[in-house]
């Protein structure tokens, strides 16, 4: 008999719909949670930060709360206590949860910002993916993108980094293709 058959996983009610979760890269008990009202159509959103302990969910998370929907969370790869956060409103955020403030926001999308990633081998840079059918890349030091990538032809609904090359990243876009650059 298999002993997962009868395993049921702890679990929290995110009070909002949970569009994205990541782990942290420093701390296995921490998970970051991005939530959104009303199916990420209209209204605010959330990021939740959970510690997980003993295979039990902490109900009380770090929350941040957001105007407009949350749609992606990625950790930086430098400092243990720094996220960012993509919105529908086109902005993405840096926040330190230990600090439980926003430091940083970048505003240069003209739509959702669907998809947010730091990169795991440079760790100075991140990129987000957007509706507006680009793709950015950022510094978190600069409140200017560095470069931005308008391939697609319609809205970009995922973009991550390569795990082991640091000028690496692929997309999907509701244009049907995958696009690997470099």
């Known amino acids: 008999m298999n002993n997962l058959a009868n395993y049921k996983p702890p679990n929290v ?10 782990w942290s890269p420093f ?14 159509i209209v209204g605010s959103g959330e990021l939740q930060i959970y510690t997980i302990h003993n295979n039990s969910i902490n109900n009380t998370p770090i929350k941040y ?22 919105c529908g409103n086109g902005s993405i955020t840096l926040y330190d949860y230990k600090l439980r403030k926003a430091l940083a926001q970048y505003i240069e999308h003209s739509k959702e910002v ?8 440079s760790k100075e840079t991140f990129i987000t ?4 059918n680009t793709i950015k890349l950022w510094s978190p030091d600069k409140k200017s993108s560095l470069r931005t990538f308008n391939e697609h032809t319609q ?13 690496l990243f692929a997309s999907v876009s509701g244009d049907c293709t995958l696009k690997i650059w470099d």
């Open 13 to 22: 009610n995110l009070g909002l719909m949970g569009y994205a979760v990541e």
């Open 27 to 40: 701390d296995e008990n921490k998970c970051a949670v991005a939530c959104a009202q009303n199916f990420g």
């Open 65 to 86: 709360n957001s105007p407009d929907s949350v749609f992606d969370v990625s950790w930086s790869e430098i400092n243990d206590a720094h996220l960012i956060f993509s």
């Open 114 to 121: 669907y998809s947010c990633d730091w990169n795991m081998v």
């Open 129 to 132: 993916g957007s509706w507006d």
């Open 155 to 167: 809205c970009i609904y995922n973009s991550i980094w390569h795990p082991n090359d640091s000028d």
